[in-house]
C-alpha cells in the first residue's frame, strides 16, 4: 500500500476525531476535554506536516520537525487530558517544563539524518512512551466506565504498536527483512486512534452525566435538608407552622378520613422567667415542656410550635378525653425542675386544651376550639393562684438538670 495514500486515510479519520472534540468543546467546560482537542488539532497538524514533507523535499527537515513536535504536544497534553480526567488537574509551568526536552528532540531528530526511516525508531519509542504514561494516568482514575475501557485498550495497543515500530526501524538497520509491513502502518495507526477517540468521546459524555447525577444528588440532600429546616422549629425540634399545613394539605390531597384530637398547650408566666433570669433560661423551659409533653404523648403524635410559648398536638384516633388524662402528669413532670441559669429549682405550669375533630377540614377549627379552652383554663389558673400565698422555692435534690 502506498504510505502517501495510508498517511491522506489516517489524516482523514484523525481530523475527525478533532471535529467532535472542537464540537463537543463548544458546550462542555472540562480541562480533560481543553487538553484533548488541543491535542486532537495537534496531530492533525503534525501528518500535514508530514505530507507536506514527503512531497516537497527541500522543506522537509522544517516539516519534520513540525510533524515530530505536533506528535509530541499530542501525547504530552493526551497524557495530561488523562491525568485531570478525573481531578480536573491542571498543567503548571513546573509541569510544562518537562516538555522542553521533547522540543529539543524535535528540532535535532530531522538533522540526524535525512531520511525519515533512520530516525522514526527514536521518535516511536518515545511515542509508545506517552500512550503507556496515558493508560497509566487513566488507570489510577476511578472512573471506570465503558468508554474507561474502551480508551485503555485502545492506549496500551498504541502503546505496543509504536514500540513495536521502533523495534522494527532500529531492526532494519542491522538486518536485512522485507519491511513492506510497515508501510500499512498509517492503516493500524488509523484504527488504533480512531478507538482511541472515540472512547474519549464516550468518557466525556459519561463524566458528564456522571457530574450532573451527582449535581443531582446533591440538589436532593439539600432539598430535603432544607425541608427539614422550614418544617422544623429549630429551638424545640418541634414541627413548625409551615409544617401543620403542610400536612393538612396532603392529607387532604390523600382524601383519608382523618380523626382524632388536637391539644393546644401555653406556658404560663413565661415572660417571668425572661425578665428574672433572662431569655437563654425562658428557651430552656420552653425546651423542657416540649421535652415532657413528647414523653407523654404516643410516638405517632405530631407536636407542632405555633409560636412564641404556643404549641399543639394533633393525636390521630384518640378522643379528647383520653388524651386529657395523659395530661394529668405534665404538671407533676414540671415541678422542681432545675434549669440552667435559674439558681434554685423551678415549677412550670402549662395550662392546655383539647378538642375532638372528626374531619382533615374541620382541624383549624378543632385547634380554634382547643385554643379556646386552653386560655379558659389559663384564666381559671391563673384565679387560682392568686388565692394562693406566694411559693418560695426550696432545694429539691433529685431534680433532673437540663442545660443548653
Known amino acids: 500500500m502506498d504510505s502517501k495514500i495510508g498517511l491522506i486515510t489516517q489524516l482523514n479519520g484523525v481530523v475527525v476525531v478533532t471535529v467532535m472534540c472542537l464540537l463537543l468543546s463548544r458546550s462542555l467546560r472540562l480541562t480533560a476535554l481543553k487538553y484533548w482537542t488541543i491535542a486532537w488539532l495537534s496531530l492533525s497538524f503534525s501528518l500535514i506536516s508530514l505530507r507536506l514533507g514527503f512531497e516537497y523535499t527541500s522543506f522537509k527537515s522544517l516539516l519534520f520537525t513540525y510533524y515530530f513536535l505536533g506528535e ?20 503548571r509551568p513546573k509541569t510544562e517544563i518537562y516538555f522542553l526536552p521533547f522540543l529539543g528532540l524535535a528540532v535535532g531528530l530531522p538533522l540526524l539524518s535525512s531520511d525519515f526511516n533512520d530516525i522514526y525508531a527514536i521518535h516511536a519509542l518515545c511515542m509508545s512512551g506517552f500512550f503507556a504514561l496515558a493508560a ?32 522494527a526501524y532500529t531492526a532494519s538497520h542491522f538486518t536485512a527483512f522485507d519491511t513492506e509491513f510497515l508501510s500499512y502502518n498509517s492503516i493500524v495507526d488509523l484504527v488504533l486512534q480512531s478507538t482511541l477517540g472515540v472512547g474519549m468521546v464516550i468518557v466525556l459524555l459519561e463524566k458528564v452525566l456522571s457530574d450532573a447525577r451527582s449535581a443531582h444528588e446533591r440538589l436532593e440532600t439539600t432539598n430535603k435538608r432544607l425541608e427539614e ?34 391539644g393546644f398547650f401555653d406556658i404560663d408566666d413565661l415572660k417571668r422567667i425572661n425578665d428574672r433570669h433572662g431569655h437563654n433560661a425562658g428557651d430552656l423551659a ?11 404523648i404516643r410516638a405517632e403524635d405530631l407536636i407542632f410550635r405555633w409560636g412564641g410559648d404556643e404549641f399543639f398536638v394533633i393525636m390521630i384516633s384518640m378522643d379528647a378525653e383520653m388524651a386529657t388524662m395523659r395530661m394529668t402528669k405534665l404538671e407533676r413532670d414540671l415541678t422542681g425542675i432545675v434549669i440552667e441559669g435559674i439558681p434554685e429549682p423551678t415549677d412550670i405550669g ?25 386560655y379558659s383554663r389559663k384564666l381559671e389558673r391563673k384565679k387560682r393562684r392568686s388565692e394562693q400565698p406566694a411559693f418560695i422555692p426550696g432545694h429539691i435534690e433529685s431534680a433532673p438538670r437540663l442545660s443548653a
Open 136 to 167: 497509566r494516568a487513566l488507570r489510577r482514575t476511578s472512573f471506570r466506565t465503558f468508554g474507561w475501557k474502551v480508551m485503555n485498550v485502545s492506549l496500551a495497543a498504541l502503546a505496543l504498536n509504536f514500540f513495536f515500530y521502533s523495534l
Open 229 to 262: 429546616l422550614v418544617h422544623t422549629d429549630p429551638l424545640t425540634a418541634a414541627f413548625s407552622r409551615h409544617a401543620f399545613y403542610g400536612f393538612v394539605k396532603k392529607r387532604g390531597d390523600e382524601n383519608t378520613e382523618t380523626s382524632g384530637c388536637v
Open 286 to 296: 420552653i425546651r423542657a415542656v416540649v421535652k415532657v409533653i413528647r414523653e407523654i
Open 350 to 374: 402549662v395550662s392546655w386544651g383539647f378538642t375532638d375533630f372528626s374531619d382533615i377540614s374541620h382541624l383549624e377549627d378543632a385547634i380554634n376550639k382547643a385554643d379556646a379552652a386552653m
Open 72 to 91: 509530541y504536544i499530542f501525547g504530552f497534553l493526551l497524557v495530561s487530558g488523562c491525568r485531570s480526567l478525573e481531578t480536573g488537574w491542571e498543567l
